[in-house]
Nanobody
Framework: QVQLVESGGELVQAGGSLRLSCVAS????????MGWFRQAPGKEREFVAA????????YYTDSVKGRFTISRDNAKNTVYLRMNSLKPEDTAVYYC?????????????????WGQGTQVTVSS
């Protein structure tokens, strides 16, 4: 069992930056691929970024490439999402998720555990 707790979401102006953190419980964090997803009101949950269990392989959806950076610190059981040049369309609840095995890695169904989410609001 893995429990995930996100933090770092807040209200920020367009062009600003945030760093989200997700702390995992358990001793097997380094065995999991980790992903960040987001869900805006009235929309489906969408993939944002992912990082392999040991790193350094990372993956991003096109809309955040060059602006967001995913990283992990296995010694701290933590995965991060650094978000720069934020846009109003980045407004959403951001979730981190853990996957033992992934094939596509962008599909929510491949992830075994989810956090409760953290709200990111970008004002124009």
């Amino acid at each position: 069992q893995v429990q995930l707790v996100e933090s770092g979401g807040e209200l920020v102006q367009a062009g600003g930056s945030l760093r989200l953190s997700c702390v995992a419980s358990g001793r097997t964090f380094s065995s999991y691929g980790m992903g960040w997803f987001r869900q805006a009101p009235g929309k489906e949950r969408e993939f944002v970024a992912a990082i392999s269990a040991r790193g350094p392989a990372t993956y991003y959806t096109d809309s955040v490439k060059g602006r967001f950076t995913i990283s992990r610190d296995n010694a701290k059981n933590t995965v991060y999402l650094r978000m720069n040049s934020l846009k109003p369309e980045d407004t959403a609840v951001y979730y981190c998720a853990a996957a033992r095995i992934w094939i596509v890695r962008t599909v929510p169904a491949e992830y075994d555990y989810w956090g409760q989410g953290t709200q990111v609001t970008v004002s124009s």
